[in-house]
């Protein structure tokens, strides 16, 4: 079994459904879900409505993405 995402965690830890948080961001129950269980990434919007209802900071839940490019070759 996967572990227990941080939102979820989180969530949880606030007493709150997966109702609760989809309502305060505007989102379907089931769109929530696939947020939370990593399926699918939050618009920047949804992301901070999400956070605020969880009252946590964004970045805590929602870390920011970084990549590096590298040289394979020549072009």
């Known amino acids: 079994m996967a572990a227990e995402s941080v939102l979820r965690t989180i969530r949880l830890s606030a007493d ?3 109702e609760d948080v989809a309502q305060a961001a ?3 129950v089931p769109g929530y ?3 939370e269980s ?4 939050a618009p920047a919007n949804v992301a901070n409505a999400i956070a605020a209802r ?3 900071p ?3 839940i929602f870390m ?3 990549f590096a490019v590298r ?3 020549t072009v």
């Open 16 to 18: 709150l459904t997966l």
């Open 26 to 28: 505007s989102i379907s």
């Open 33 to 35: 879900y696939q947020i």
């Open 38 to 41: 990593g399926q699918r990434s």
């Open 54 to 56: 969880l009252g946590v």
């Open 58 to 60: 964004l970045d805590i």
């Open 64 to 66: 920011p993405v970084n």
């Open 71 to 73: 040289k394979t070759g």
